[in-house]
């Protein structure tokens, strides 16, 4: 078996329908497991992603290139007979579908799920929408910032109660797929009991309300209402971005003993006034912000960074993207791939963040990957092989 067809999912097939992000990241994941990943692209245009830039290279998008690694790209209009017929062989074939439209699509296309599961009760489906395929508001297009406003994210994120802010990265979308993934593993394990396939559903808005965390109970248990406040924690203290002589640095004093050894480090009193305990340093939060930064006054960040090491502190920095690929932490981790594209030839990709060894302490992580397809690129193949004239 070639090392690109190896992975825990190695045998399965995926049909995928979904575009833009959320589909796609759940099924890049389940490439990256070693999964036969077969794109459903509309004929001309194909995903959605293939035309949001800049940036682009050639004439290829650096946003479609960061979701469809592992991939093969099939064309078909779903309204045309005989495309249809092509998908429903798949579908005959599948393990896994994936499919990102609005509520009722599939069903006016006459692919609706009970059609699908009819030609083969193993089909696990995953369906992802943006605020759930049902309740009041189901149906309801869903893109990721709209999400992160909509779930509660933003109001979390940002300077403070009046800077709402989305993240950086478009994570409602991406947490929506990793939670389909999830969903998807959930269910082909069941399927090898009962031999039944099943619907998978998770959204945009499950996905992020998903992730509240501390944020959650701290409304649900308590009736406190989280906010935006800055790069500081919300329940531990000090815990967060702090300024120095040069710039600054991250420290989380997680608890009574971290907090113990970071004063004996900086000769600060632990038992000074209002900030013996971690519940008085989170109440008075912005003097100690004010102490901790007198004491960071006359450091620079790297003399701080190993001061802060010594004593045993959790500290970072705060990287740009250019210095986290450059970073030789992150290429050990295989964080960062080389793979062959057709039209762009050696890329350098973003890699899967899972790493596998067996009982005997031996690697053995995928280490070949296919690059994003080409619109169409693999039409000819998959037909050839769903008429029976070449192998898999």
Known sequence: MSDAACGPLSGTLVVDLSRALAGPHATMML????????????????????????????????????????????????????DRALLLELVRRADVLVENFRTGVLDRLGLGFDVLHEENPGLVILSITGFGHDGPEGGRAGYDQ????????????????DDPQKVGTPIADLLAGMYGAYGVLAALIERGRTGAGTVVRTSLLAATVGVHGFQSTRWTVVGEVGRGQGNHHASIAPYGLFRCADGSVQIAVGSEGLWQRFCAAFDVDPDMAGFATNPERVAHREKLVDVVEDVFADWNADDLLVRLAEAGVPA?????IEEVYAWEQTRSQGLLIDVEHATLGRVQLAGPPLRFFDPGGREVTRRAHTPPPTLDGNGASVRAWLMGAEPR
């Open 316 to 320: 970072g920095r705060v990287r740009t």
């Open 31 to 82: 490439g990256d497991l070693g999964a036969r990943v077969i794109k459903i692209e509309a004929p001309g245009a194909g995903d959605d992603t293939r035309g949001w830039g800049p940036p682009f290279v050639g004439d290829e998008s650096t946003y479609f290139l960061s979701a469809n690694r592992n991939k093969e790209s099939v064309a078909l209009d779903l309204k045309a007979p005989a």
């Open 146 to 161: 709209i999400a992160q406003g909509e779930a509660g994210l933003m109001s979390l994120t940002g300077s403070g109660p």
